[in-house]
C-alpha cells in the first residue's frame, strides 16, 4: 500500500524564497517551479546561492522568508515529505571509519526502511559497490566515495533528487559512471535539480535550466530553447 508520501506529486513549487546571513540577502525571492518528472541544471556563479537553495529543499536549512510547496503541500508544515527527496551534497555525508555496508544500514535505519538488508543490498549493486561493501569509507577514492553518497541517498527510493555540484573531484571513469547513472535515474515519475558550475556534459540528458544570479531565479527554460536565450548560452559557453 502507498503511503502517503509515495502517492504525492513531485512538482516543487518554491514562492518567494529568502535567505539571509548577517542581514546580508543569499537569495532574494526565489520563485521557481519544477514539474513532475523535470530535469532542471540549476547553473550560476560561485557564490550565488545554489548550495544554500538546495539545502532549504532539502530541509537542512531553514529559509528567512518565503514558501516551498512538494505536491501541493507546504514542506515547513508537513516535515513527512523530507521522505521523498534524496540529497547528495559537497560532502559524502558517511562515517569514514565505518564500512560502506554499516553506512548503509545507519542510514536505512534512519530512514526508517523494513527490509533493511534488501534495501542496503539492492543499493550497493545498483552502484557497483558489493565488492567494496565490507571495506572502511576512508579507504574509498572521491568517486567510489561519490557513489556511496548515491547509494545512501537513493536507499529510501526518493522521488525528488537533489545533487550539489557532484562531479566536483571526480576522474573521467567516475564522471562517465555519473553520466549513466543520472540517465538512469531520470524517470518520469522522479523530479531532479542538480547544481552544476559547469553544466555542459549535462544538457543532453537535462529537460530544463535555471540560471541563479543576483539572488534570483532570472532564467528558466527548456534546455532545447536555449537558442531563445543569448545571455545564457553566452554565459554557459564562458563556463565551459
Known amino acids: 500500500m502507498a503511503t502517503e508520501t509515495e502517492s504525492l506529486s513531485t512538482r516543487i513549487e518554491i514562492r518567494g524564497l529568502v535567505k539571509r546571513y ?3 540577502p543569499v537569495l532574494n525571492q526565489i520563485t521557481l517551479t519544477l514539474n513532475d518528472g523535470d530535469f532542471c541544471i ?6 550565488a546561492g545554489k548550495t544554500t537553495l538546495l539545502r532549504i529543499l532539502a530541509g537542512l536549512v531553514q529559509p528567512t522568508q518565503g514558501e516551498i510547496a512538494v505536491g501541493g503541500s507546504s514542506l515547513a508544515v508537513n516535515p513527512n515529505l523530507r521522505r521523498i527527496i534524496g540529497y547528495v551534497g559537497h560532502q ?3 562515517y569514514q571509519d565505518l564500512t560502506a555496508q554499516e553506512n548503509l544500514r545507519h542510514y536505512a535505519r534512519l530512514y526508517q526502511i523494513q527490509d533493511t538488508e534488501s534495501a542496503v543490498t ?5 552502484l557497483g559497490l558489493t565488492l567494496q ?4 569509507v576512508r579507504t574509498f577514492s572521491r568517486g567510489m566515495q561519490q557513489r556511496l553518497s548515491l547509494a545512501r541517498a537513493l536507499l529510501h527510493n526518493p522521488s525528488i ?4 555540484e557532484p562531479y566536483t573531484g571526480l576522474d573521467q571513469d567516475a564522471a562517465i559512471f555519473l553520466d549513466h547513472t543520472l540517465r538512469g535515474l531520470h524517470t518520469p515519475g522522479r523530479t531532479i535539480l542538480l547544481a552544476a558550475h559547469r553544466p555542459q556534459r549535462l544538457l543532453t540528458m537535462a529537460s530544463h535550466i535555471a ?3 543576483n539572488g534570483c531565479i532570472s532564467q528558466h527554460i527548456l534546455v532545447k530553447n536555449l537558442h531563445e536565450a543569448p545571455q545564457l548560452s553566452r554565459y554557459l559557453q564562458e563556463e565551459a
Do not use: I
Open 42 to 47: 540549476l547553473v550560476g556563479d560561485n557564490g
Open 161 to 164: 533528487l537533489l545533487f550539489d
Open 133 to 136: 561493501q565490507d571495506q572502511p
Open 22 to 24: 548577517h542581514h546580508q
Open 211 to 213: 540560471w541563479l544570479r
Open 92 to 94: 559524502p555525508m558517511l
Open 122 to 126: 539492492h543499493s550497493m549493486a545498483g
